[in-house]
DNA sequence: AGCATAAGCGGACTTTACCCCGCTTTATAT
DNA sequence: ATATAAAGCGGGGTAAAGTCCGCTTATGCT
Protein backbone atom coordinates (compact mmCIF):
# COMPACT_ATOMS: atom_id res chain seq x y z
CA UNK A 1 0.00 0.00 0.00
CA UNK A 2 2.95 2.30 0.72
CA UNK A 3 5.19 1.77 -1.72
CA UNK A 4 7.96 3.14 0.45
CA UNK A 5 11.35 3.21 -0.74
CA UNK A 6 10.92 4.83 -4.33
CA UNK A 7 9.13 7.76 -4.57
CA UNK A 8 6.84 6.85 -7.99
CA UNK A 9 9.12 7.18 -11.11
CA UNK A 10 8.26 10.17 -12.92
CA UNK A 11 4.89 10.25 -15.37
CA UNK A 12 5.65 10.29 -18.49
CA UNK A 13 3.77 13.48 -19.75
CA UNK A 14 6.03 15.07 -17.08
CA UNK A 15 8.89 13.47 -18.51
CA UNK A 16 7.82 14.76 -22.56
CA UNK A 17 7.27 18.33 -20.82
CA UNK A 18 10.52 18.92 -19.15
CA UNK A 19 12.58 17.68 -22.28
CA UNK A 20 10.47 19.99 -24.30
CA UNK A 21 10.67 23.30 -21.79
CA UNK A 22 14.60 22.35 -21.80
CA UNK A 23 14.88 21.87 -25.80
CA UNK A 24 12.51 25.58 -26.24
CA UNK A 25 14.84 27.01 -23.69
CA UNK A 26 18.34 26.73 -25.41
CA UNK A 27 16.38 27.68 -28.85
CA UNK A 28 15.61 30.89 -27.00
CA UNK A 29 18.74 30.93 -25.72
CA UNK A 30 20.42 31.03 -29.60
CA UNK A 31 17.73 33.17 -30.82
CA UNK A 32 17.98 35.71 -27.87
CA UNK A 33 20.22 35.53 -25.65
CA UNK A 34 19.73 34.37 -21.99
CA UNK A 35 18.25 37.55 -20.58
CA UNK A 36 15.10 36.79 -22.62
CA UNK A 37 14.07 33.79 -21.51
CA UNK A 38 11.26 34.54 -19.57
CA UNK A 39 9.20 32.12 -17.24
CA UNK A 40 6.01 33.47 -19.31
CA UNK A 41 7.22 33.34 -22.86
CA UNK A 42 8.94 29.78 -22.23
CA UNK A 43 5.84 28.10 -21.48
CA UNK A 44 3.72 30.13 -23.60
CA UNK A 45 6.20 29.24 -26.60
CA UNK A 46 6.23 25.35 -25.10
CA UNK A 47 2.62 25.48 -25.12
CA UNK A 48 2.07 24.65 -21.57
CA UNK A 49 1.10 26.43 -18.54
CA UNK A 50 3.54 29.18 -16.47
CA UNK A 51 2.45 26.76 -13.19
CA UNK A 52 4.09 23.54 -15.27
CA UNK A 53 7.36 25.61 -15.83
CA UNK A 54 7.79 26.31 -12.04
CA UNK A 55 6.73 22.89 -10.79
CA UNK A 56 9.31 21.28 -13.19
CA UNK A 57 11.73 24.22 -12.47
CA UNK A 58 11.58 25.77 -9.39
CA UNK A 59 12.79 29.04 -9.98
CA UNK A 60 14.11 30.88 -13.16
CA UNK A 61 18.03 29.64 -12.10
CA UNK A 62 16.54 26.62 -11.75
CA UNK A 63 15.88 26.14 -15.33
CA UNK A 64 19.80 27.34 -16.34
CA UNK A 65 20.79 25.18 -13.49
CA UNK A 66 19.43 21.83 -15.15
CA UNK A 67 20.20 23.14 -18.39
CA UNK A 68 23.96 23.27 -17.29
CA UNK A 69 23.53 19.58 -15.48
CA UNK A 70 23.11 18.05 -18.97
CA UNK A 71 26.28 19.61 -20.31
CA UNK A 72 28.06 18.89 -17.27
CA UNK A 73 27.31 15.28 -17.64
CA UNK A 74 29.72 14.85 -20.47
CA UNK A 75 32.17 17.06 -18.98
CA UNK A 76 32.22 14.84 -15.70
CA UNK A 77 32.68 11.66 -17.81
CA UNK A 78 35.64 12.54 -18.92
CA UNK A 79 36.98 14.10 -15.75
CA UNK A 80 36.12 10.65 -13.73
CA UNK A 81 37.22 7.96 -16.74
CA UNK A 82 38.80 9.78 -19.55
CA UNK A 83 42.38 9.41 -20.16
CA UNK A 84 45.11 11.36 -17.76
CA UNK A 85 45.96 13.62 -16.94
CA UNK A 86 42.52 14.85 -16.32
CA UNK A 87 41.26 10.74 -16.12
CA UNK A 88 42.37 9.17 -13.60
CA UNK A 89 45.79 7.54 -13.36
CA UNK A 90 48.33 10.31 -13.05
CA UNK A 91 49.70 12.13 -10.63
CA UNK A 92 47.21 13.99 -8.43
CA UNK A 93 48.89 17.39 -8.31
CA UNK A 94 48.50 17.05 -12.44
CA UNK A 95 45.41 16.39 -12.16
CA UNK A 96 44.33 18.65 -9.76
CA UNK A 97 46.56 21.37 -12.70
CA UNK A 98 44.22 19.58 -15.96
CA UNK A 99 41.55 19.83 -13.48
CA UNK A 100 41.61 23.40 -13.42
CA UNK A 101 42.68 24.11 -16.72
CA UNK A 102 39.64 21.59 -18.25
CA UNK A 103 37.64 23.85 -15.71
CA UNK A 104 38.51 27.08 -16.82
CA UNK A 105 37.62 26.66 -20.59
CA UNK A 106 34.24 24.60 -19.81
CA UNK A 107 32.96 27.53 -17.59
CA UNK A 108 34.05 30.09 -20.66
CA UNK A 109 32.06 28.05 -22.63
CA UNK A 110 29.13 28.26 -20.72
CA UNK A 111 29.52 31.56 -18.74
CA UNK A 112 26.21 32.67 -19.98
CA UNK A 113 24.49 29.52 -18.81
CA UNK A 114 26.35 29.35 -15.81
CA UNK A 115 25.98 33.22 -14.85
CA UNK A 116 21.95 32.65 -15.33
CA UNK A 117 22.08 29.82 -12.69
CA UNK A 118 23.06 31.99 -10.30
CA UNK A 119 20.45 32.76 -8.29
CA UNK A 120 20.76 35.78 -5.14
CA UNK A 121 18.78 33.19 -2.96
CA UNK A 122 19.93 30.15 -1.98
CA UNK A 123 24.14 30.03 -1.74
CA UNK A 124 24.90 28.51 -4.73
CA UNK A 125 24.39 25.47 -7.60
CA UNK A 126 27.27 24.70 -5.40
CA UNK A 127 26.72 24.40 -1.62
CA UNK A 128 27.12 21.01 -0.65
CA UNK A 129 27.29 18.66 -3.60
CA UNK A 130 29.39 20.95 -5.80
CA UNK A 131 31.34 18.63 -8.14
CA UNK A 132 34.34 21.26 -8.40
CA UNK A 133 35.06 21.24 -4.67
CA UNK A 134 34.86 17.24 -4.32
CA UNK A 135 37.12 16.61 -6.76
CA UNK A 136 39.15 19.07 -5.37
CA UNK A 137 39.16 17.43 -1.94
CA UNK A 138 39.67 13.47 -2.96
CA UNK A 139 42.55 15.07 -5.64
CA UNK A 140 44.17 17.09 -2.29
CA UNK A 141 43.78 14.04 -0.03
CA UNK A 142 45.51 12.07 -2.57
CA UNK A 143 47.99 14.25 -3.05
CA UNK A 144 48.26 14.81 1.07
CA UNK A 145 48.49 10.60 1.64
CA UNK A 146 51.15 10.91 -1.40
CA UNK A 147 53.59 12.78 0.69
CA UNK A 148 52.86 15.97 -1.93
CA UNK A 149 51.22 18.13 0.96
CA UNK A 150 51.77 18.55 4.43
CA UNK A 151 48.19 20.36 5.14
CA UNK A 152 45.93 20.09 7.58
CA UNK A 153 42.61 20.86 7.12
CA UNK A 154 42.13 20.18 3.43
CA UNK A 155 38.53 20.96 3.35
CA UNK A 156 39.16 25.03 3.82
CA UNK A 157 41.62 24.79 1.64
CA UNK A 158 39.50 22.83 -1.05
CA UNK A 159 36.75 25.16 -0.99
CA UNK A 160 39.00 28.49 -1.35
CA UNK A 161 40.81 26.60 -3.85
CA UNK A 162 37.54 25.91 -5.53
CA UNK A 163 36.54 29.66 -5.24
CA UNK A 164 40.26 30.48 -7.06
CA UNK A 165 39.53 28.57 -10.11
CA UNK A 166 35.41 29.50 -10.59
CA UNK A 167 34.98 32.67 -8.81
CA UNK A 168 36.79 34.99 -11.27
CA UNK A 169 34.23 33.73 -13.75
CA UNK A 170 31.12 33.45 -11.90
CA UNK A 171 32.04 36.91 -9.94
CA UNK A 172 34.16 38.94 -11.66
CA UNK A 173 34.66 38.42 -15.35
CA UNK A 174 32.88 41.15 -17.13
CA UNK A 175 29.39 39.49 -18.24
CA UNK A 176 29.83 41.98 -21.30
CA UNK A 177 26.66 40.58 -23.75
CA UNK A 178 29.70 40.21 -25.94
CA UNK A 179 30.54 36.19 -26.25
CA UNK A 180 32.40 37.25 -28.86
CA UNK A 181 34.42 34.69 -30.14
CA UNK A 182 37.37 32.76 -28.66
CA UNK A 183 37.18 32.37 -25.16
CA UNK A 184 40.44 30.86 -24.95
CA UNK A 185 42.83 33.95 -25.14
CA UNK A 186 41.28 34.90 -21.63
CA UNK A 187 41.30 31.53 -20.16
CA UNK A 188 44.74 31.38 -20.98
CA UNK A 189 46.31 33.61 -17.70
CA UNK A 190 44.32 32.51 -15.20
CA UNK A 191 45.10 28.80 -16.25
CA UNK A 192 48.62 29.39 -15.96
CA UNK A 193 48.40 31.14 -12.54
CA UNK A 194 45.90 28.30 -11.58
CA UNK A 195 48.88 25.91 -11.72
CA UNK A 196 50.98 28.72 -10.40
CA UNK A 197 49.21 28.65 -6.98
CA UNK A 198 48.73 24.08 -7.56
CA UNK A 199 52.21 23.76 -7.91
CA UNK A 200 53.97 25.74 -5.04
CA UNK A 201 50.98 24.68 -2.39
CA UNK A 202 51.93 21.00 -3.67
CA UNK A 203 55.47 20.43 -3.47
CA UNK A 204 55.20 18.98 -6.95
CA UNK A 205 57.73 16.44 -7.32
CA UNK A 206 58.35 16.63 -11.04
CA UNK A 207 58.36 20.75 -11.77
CA UNK A 208 58.57 20.92 -14.90
CA UNK A 209 58.00 24.18 -15.63
CA UNK B 1 29.07 78.84 -19.16
CA UNK B 2 30.55 75.64 -19.11
CA UNK B 3 31.34 74.69 -15.72
CA UNK B 4 33.63 71.98 -17.57
CA UNK B 5 35.84 70.31 -15.09
CA UNK B 6 33.54 69.35 -11.69
CA UNK B 7 30.22 68.19 -13.15
CA UNK B 8 27.91 70.84 -10.56
CA UNK B 9 27.77 69.30 -6.75
CA UNK B 10 25.61 67.46 -5.30
CA UNK B 11 22.38 69.08 -4.60
CA UNK B 12 21.55 69.81 -0.97
CA UNK B 13 18.07 68.50 -0.61
CA UNK B 14 19.15 65.45 -3.09
CA UNK B 15 22.00 64.95 0.18
CA UNK B 16 19.69 64.77 2.53
CA UNK B 17 17.94 62.40 0.67
CA UNK B 18 20.35 60.32 0.24
CA UNK B 19 21.34 60.44 4.31
CA UNK B 20 18.15 59.91 5.26
CA UNK B 21 17.04 56.82 2.33
CA UNK B 22 20.42 55.21 3.61
CA UNK B 23 19.19 55.54 7.26
CA UNK B 24 15.96 54.43 6.99
CA UNK B 25 17.25 51.45 5.26
CA UNK B 26 19.57 50.65 8.30
CA UNK B 27 16.57 50.42 10.25
CA UNK B 28 14.22 47.96 8.47
CA UNK B 29 16.88 46.16 7.75
CA UNK B 30 17.67 46.34 11.31
CA UNK B 31 14.16 45.18 11.97
CA UNK B 32 13.25 42.96 9.48
CA UNK B 33 15.90 42.03 7.57
CA UNK B 34 17.03 42.87 3.71
CA UNK B 35 15.14 40.78 2.37
CA UNK B 36 12.14 42.92 3.50
CA UNK B 37 13.55 46.00 2.27
CA UNK B 38 11.60 46.95 -0.96
CA UNK B 39 11.93 49.85 -3.31
CA UNK B 40 8.55 50.94 -2.25
CA UNK B 41 8.37 50.53 1.41
CA UNK B 42 11.60 52.14 1.50
CA UNK B 43 10.33 55.25 -0.21
CA UNK B 44 7.27 54.88 1.79
CA UNK B 45 8.72 54.93 4.75
CA UNK B 46 11.32 57.83 4.02
CA UNK B 47 8.69 60.01 3.20
CA UNK B 48 9.82 60.39 -0.35
CA UNK B 49 8.72 58.70 -4.02
CA UNK B 50 10.37 55.69 -5.40
CA UNK B 51 11.80 57.43 -8.65
CA UNK B 52 13.75 59.27 -6.03
CA UNK B 53 15.11 56.33 -4.67
CA UNK B 54 15.61 54.79 -8.15
CA UNK B 55 17.48 57.96 -9.10
CA UNK B 56 19.30 57.97 -5.75
CA UNK B 57 20.86 54.47 -6.28
CA UNK B 58 19.98 53.28 -9.58
CA UNK B 59 18.82 49.65 -8.25
CA UNK B 60 17.87 47.45 -5.07
CA UNK B 61 21.49 46.01 -5.19
CA UNK B 62 22.62 50.10 -5.42
CA UNK B 63 21.08 50.66 -1.86
CA UNK B 64 23.22 47.96 -0.43
CA UNK B 65 26.30 49.01 -2.44
CA UNK B 66 26.40 52.46 -0.96
CA UNK B 67 25.29 51.07 2.44
CA UNK B 68 28.62 48.74 2.27
CA UNK B 69 30.46 51.70 1.09
CA UNK B 70 29.96 53.69 4.01
CA UNK B 71 31.47 50.52 6.57
CA UNK B 72 34.03 49.71 4.05
CA UNK B 73 35.34 52.88 4.17
CA UNK B 74 36.34 52.72 8.22
CA UNK B 75 37.57 49.20 7.35
CA UNK B 76 40.19 50.70 4.36
CA UNK B 77 40.87 53.20 6.60
CA UNK B 78 42.54 50.93 9.07
CA UNK B 79 44.17 49.01 6.16
CA UNK B 80 45.74 52.11 4.54
CA UNK B 81 46.43 54.04 7.82
CA UNK B 82 46.70 51.41 10.42
CA UNK B 83 48.88 50.21 12.73
CA UNK B 84 50.91 47.30 11.08
CA UNK B 85 50.87 44.41 10.48
CA UNK B 86 47.52 45.28 8.78
CA UNK B 87 48.38 49.00 7.90
CA UNK B 88 51.57 49.81 6.22
CA UNK B 89 54.94 49.15 7.69
CA UNK B 90 55.32 45.22 8.08
CA UNK B 91 56.29 43.23 5.49
CA UNK B 92 54.36 42.70 2.79
CA UNK B 93 54.18 38.95 2.58
CA UNK B 94 52.88 39.36 6.33
CA UNK B 95 50.08 42.16 5.52
CA UNK B 96 48.97 39.80 3.06
CA UNK B 97 47.90 37.28 5.88
CA UNK B 98 46.70 39.76 7.65
CA UNK B 99 44.39 41.52 5.26
CA UNK B 100 42.94 38.02 4.43
CA UNK B 101 42.25 37.19 8.35
CA UNK B 102 40.70 40.73 8.61
CA UNK B 103 38.49 40.68 5.00
CA UNK B 104 36.99 37.62 6.30
CA UNK B 105 36.08 39.12 9.58
CA UNK B 106 34.47 42.19 7.92
CA UNK B 107 32.79 40.33 5.22
CA UNK B 108 30.94 37.74 7.36
CA UNK B 109 30.34 40.58 9.91
CA UNK B 110 28.55 42.36 6.63
CA UNK B 111 27.47 39.23 4.92
CA UNK B 112 23.80 40.00 4.69
CA UNK B 113 24.11 43.32 3.20
CA UNK B 114 26.90 42.11 0.89
CA UNK B 115 24.72 39.48 -0.46
CA UNK B 116 22.14 41.65 -0.90
CA UNK B 117 24.26 43.52 -3.03
CA UNK B 118 24.99 41.02 -5.74
CA UNK B 119 23.11 41.78 -8.77
CA UNK B 120 22.81 39.23 -11.46
CA UNK B 121 23.06 41.89 -14.18
CA UNK B 122 26.15 43.59 -14.34
CA UNK B 123 29.44 41.52 -13.03
CA UNK B 124 30.43 42.36 -8.88
CA UNK B 125 30.43 45.93 -7.27
CA UNK B 126 34.15 44.86 -8.09
CA UNK B 127 34.69 44.50 -11.73
CA UNK B 128 37.78 46.74 -12.35
CA UNK B 129 38.36 48.88 -8.62
CA UNK B 130 37.22 45.88 -6.22
CA UNK B 131 39.52 47.42 -3.99
CA UNK B 132 40.16 43.59 -2.39
CA UNK B 133 41.95 43.07 -5.92
CA UNK B 134 43.55 46.20 -6.17
CA UNK B 135 45.42 45.73 -2.26
CA UNK B 136 46.38 42.74 -3.08
CA UNK B 137 47.95 43.21 -6.05
CA UNK B 138 49.52 45.89 -4.45
CA UNK B 139 50.86 43.79 -2.33
CA UNK B 140 51.80 41.06 -4.71
CA UNK B 141 54.19 43.70 -6.48
CA UNK B 142 55.69 44.83 -3.05
CA UNK B 143 56.49 41.07 -2.39
CA UNK B 144 57.40 40.24 -5.52
CA UNK B 145 60.43 43.06 -5.63
CA UNK B 146 61.89 41.90 -2.43
CA UNK B 147 62.15 38.92 -3.92
CA UNK B 148 59.99 36.66 -1.92
CA UNK B 149 57.88 36.19 -5.04
CA UNK B 150 59.58 35.32 -8.58
CA UNK B 151 56.20 34.96 -10.40
CA UNK B 152 54.99 36.56 -13.87
CA UNK B 153 51.48 37.26 -14.06
CA UNK B 154 50.80 38.95 -11.06
CA UNK B 155 47.63 40.66 -12.40
CA UNK B 156 45.86 37.31 -13.06
CA UNK B 157 47.08 35.64 -9.37
CA UNK B 158 45.80 38.95 -8.14
CA UNK B 159 42.01 38.03 -9.23
CA UNK B 160 42.53 34.43 -8.22
CA UNK B 161 43.41 35.47 -4.84
CA UNK B 162 40.55 37.89 -4.61
CA UNK B 163 38.27 35.27 -5.17
CA UNK B 164 39.63 32.48 -3.39
CA UNK B 165 39.36 34.81 -0.49
CA UNK B 166 35.89 36.84 -0.90
CA UNK B 167 34.62 34.14 -3.09
CA UNK B 168 33.71 31.57 -0.02
CA UNK B 169 31.79 33.93 1.64
CA UNK B 170 30.33 35.75 -1.92
CA UNK B 171 29.27 31.97 -2.97
CA UNK B 172 29.49 29.09 -0.68
CA UNK B 173 28.55 30.19 2.61
CA UNK B 174 24.96 29.40 3.36
CA UNK B 175 23.21 32.35 3.22
CA UNK B 176 20.92 30.98 6.05
CA UNK B 177 18.68 33.60 7.32
CA UNK B 178 20.31 32.49 10.59
CA UNK B 179 22.59 35.29 11.30
CA UNK B 180 23.31 33.39 14.55
CA UNK B 181 26.06 35.08 17.19
CA UNK B 182 29.90 34.54 16.53
CA UNK B 183 30.52 34.31 13.00
CA UNK B 184 34.25 33.63 14.38
CA UNK B 185 34.25 30.07 14.66
CA UNK B 186 33.20 29.62 10.72
CA UNK B 187 36.07 32.38 9.70
CA UNK B 188 38.94 30.73 11.63
CA UNK B 189 39.31 27.92 8.85
CA UNK B 190 38.86 30.32 6.01
CA UNK B 191 41.71 32.30 7.34
CA UNK B 192 44.20 29.78 8.27
CA UNK B 193 44.17 28.44 5.13
CA UNK B 194 44.47 31.30 3.17
CA UNK B 195 47.14 31.80 5.52
CA UNK B 196 48.79 28.67 4.31
CA UNK B 197 47.91 29.65 0.80
CA UNK B 198 49.88 32.69 1.03
CA UNK B 199 52.63 31.63 2.61
CA UNK B 200 53.23 28.74 -0.02
CA UNK B 201 52.63 31.12 -2.94
CA UNK B 202 55.80 33.59 -1.64
CA UNK B 203 58.54 32.21 0.34
CA UNK B 204 57.98 33.70 3.64
CA UNK B 205 60.87 34.87 4.86
CA UNK B 206 60.36 33.83 8.44
CA UNK B 207 57.45 30.97 8.29
CA UNK B 208 56.71 31.53 11.73
CA UNK B 209 54.06 28.74 11.65
C1' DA C 1 -11.30 -3.19 -16.75
C1' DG C 2 -12.30 -0.15 -12.93
C1' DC C 3 -11.03 2.64 -9.17
C1' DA C 4 -8.57 5.47 -5.83
C1' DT C 5 -4.97 8.54 -5.40
C1' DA C 6 -1.12 11.14 -6.08
C1' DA C 7 0.97 13.86 -9.50
C1' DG C 8 0.63 17.05 -13.08
C1' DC C 9 -1.45 21.08 -15.17
C1' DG C 10 -3.02 25.86 -16.16
C1' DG C 11 -3.80 30.43 -15.67
C1' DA C 12 -5.47 34.10 -12.72
C1' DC C 13 -3.42 36.72 -8.91
C1' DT C 14 0.14 39.07 -6.16
C1' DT C 15 4.41 41.28 -5.44
C1' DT C 16 8.28 43.82 -6.66
C1' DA C 17 11.94 45.85 -9.39
C1' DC C 18 12.45 49.18 -12.60
C1' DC C 19 10.88 52.89 -16.32
C1' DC C 20 8.92 57.25 -17.77
C1' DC C 21 7.86 61.85 -18.00
C1' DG C 22 5.61 66.09 -16.60
C1' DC C 23 6.16 69.15 -12.66
C1' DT C 24 9.10 71.51 -9.01
C1' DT C 25 13.23 73.11 -6.88
C1' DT C 26 17.91 74.55 -6.79
C1' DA C 27 22.10 76.75 -8.43
C1' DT C 28 24.34 79.96 -11.22
C1' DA C 29 24.99 83.92 -14.48
C1' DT C 30 23.77 88.38 -15.46
C1' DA D 1 16.77 90.13 -8.19
C1' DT D 2 15.57 87.55 -11.90
C1' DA D 3 16.01 84.34 -15.56
C1' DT D 4 17.30 79.88 -17.10
C1' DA D 5 18.88 75.49 -17.37
C1' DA D 6 19.93 71.45 -15.09
C1' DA D 7 18.89 68.37 -11.48
C1' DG D 8 15.63 66.44 -8.44
C1' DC D 9 11.08 64.61 -7.49
C1' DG D 10 6.78 61.80 -7.60
C1' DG D 11 3.87 58.28 -8.53
C1' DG D 12 1.41 55.77 -12.03
C1' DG D 13 2.64 52.11 -15.47
C1' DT D 14 4.94 47.79 -17.13
C1' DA D 15 7.00 43.32 -17.02
C1' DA D 16 8.43 39.38 -14.98
C1' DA D 17 8.99 36.08 -10.95
C1' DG D 18 6.71 33.33 -8.08
C1' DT D 19 2.12 31.52 -5.54
C1' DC D 20 -2.41 29.24 -5.34
C1' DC D 21 -5.90 26.17 -6.04
C1' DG D 22 -9.42 23.78 -8.54
C1' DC D 23 -9.44 20.67 -12.53
C1' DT D 24 -7.36 16.76 -15.26
C1' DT D 25 -4.67 12.65 -16.09
C1' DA D 26 -1.51 8.94 -15.39
C1' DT D 27 -0.41 5.02 -12.41
C1' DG D 28 -0.66 0.95 -9.69
C1' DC D 29 -3.65 -2.14 -7.41
C1' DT D 30 -7.28 -5.39 -7.38
Known amino acids: MVPFGRPRAERVDAARNRLQLLQV ?6 EH ?30 IFHALLDEDDRAFQQTVMGGPPPLGPGADPVQRLIAYGR ?4 FLLDHHAIVRAGLDRNQ ?7 NLSRLHIRMLLGQAHHQGHLDIADLDSLAVQLTAALEGPILLYLSMAPS ?5 TPASIPLADSWQTIVERLCRTPSPER
Chains 1, 2 share one sequence.
Open 25 to 30: AREMIA
Open 33 to 62: GVEKVTMDGLAERAGLGKGTVFRRFGTRAG
Open 102 to 105: ARIA
Open 123 to 129: PVPAGEH
Open 179 to 183: VPADP
